[in-house]
């Protein structure tokens, strides 16, 4: 079975800073990947995802992510972080395009910003 | 453009009390779902159902019932609440976007068992 890992539970930055978010999986197959983002109070909100094709993907609100198959890995990333960036940050792996139920996020990376 | 609603947003219920939790979406997806969220447990699947007049068990089923009343509404049921319930629910569906399919979700809705 699929397996998602967030290795870091809190993550801290300051505004203006670079941003890594580190996101493992274990899938045999190609998997279908996503980073999600949940601000307080609030639902999931999809930032981007992979399925097939270039391996560098760009999303919303300058955010990226790239696949490495070599490391099973799906790192998110932005180049200058906003105070509005504070939130929670999930990832996620599913199988194949209809993954329906097989969906599964990692524990979360609570992301915190300091001026 | 609604999205995903959920409801209630907040309940506290006493242990052995039951109450559902309602969700509509206006996507026309065909695919809904119940997860639970726990601090440093991600979300975790409760119930899905892949269309209309279908429900099938996820991760954490025991304790819940689910009924999807039709293509539009996903609700989901404690018989009996217990503190181990308390928790986080979303409910979400999902379409086909650009060859995923991509899980849209509700704002949440915090239930408290005593």
């Known amino acids: ?115 | 453009n609604a999205g995903v609603t959920q409801t209630p947003k907040f309940q506290v219920l006493k242990t052995g009390q039951s109450m559902t939790l309602q969700c509509a979406q206006d996507m026309n997806h065909n695919s809904m779902y119940w997860y639970r969220q726990d601090p440093g447990m991600g979300l975790r699947l409760i119930y899905y159902s892949a269309s209309e007049g279908t429900t099938d068990k996820g991760e954490v089923p025991n304790g819940y019932n689910v009924s999807r009343l039709n293509k539009r509404e996903f609700s989901l049921r404690l018989e009996s609440a217990a503190p181990s319930q308390t928790s986080v629910y979303f409910c979400a569906s999902s379409g086909f976007s650009a060859g995923a399919n991509v899980l849209t979700f509700g704002a949440g809705s915090r239930l408290t068992v005593l």
């Open chain 1, 1 to 115: 079975a699929q397996s998602v890992t967030q290795p870091d539970i809190h993550i801290t930055v300051s505004e203006g800073a670079s941003l890594e978010l580190r996101c493992n999986y274990s899938y045999g197959a190609t998997p279908y990947l996503f980073w999600y983002v949940q601000s307080p109070g609030q639902g999931l909100q999809l930032l981007l995802k992979y399925f097939s094709g270039d391996t560098l993907v760009q999303g919303i609100k300058g955010f990226e992510a790239e696949f490495k198959r070599s490391q099973s890995s799906f790192n998110l990333r932005k180049p200058s972080v906003h105070w509005s960036d504070a939130a929670e940050y999930f990832c996620a792996v599913g199988e194949g395009p209809e993954y329906g139920n097989k969906l599964v996020f990692g524990a979360g990376t609570i992301l915190r910003v300091k001026s």
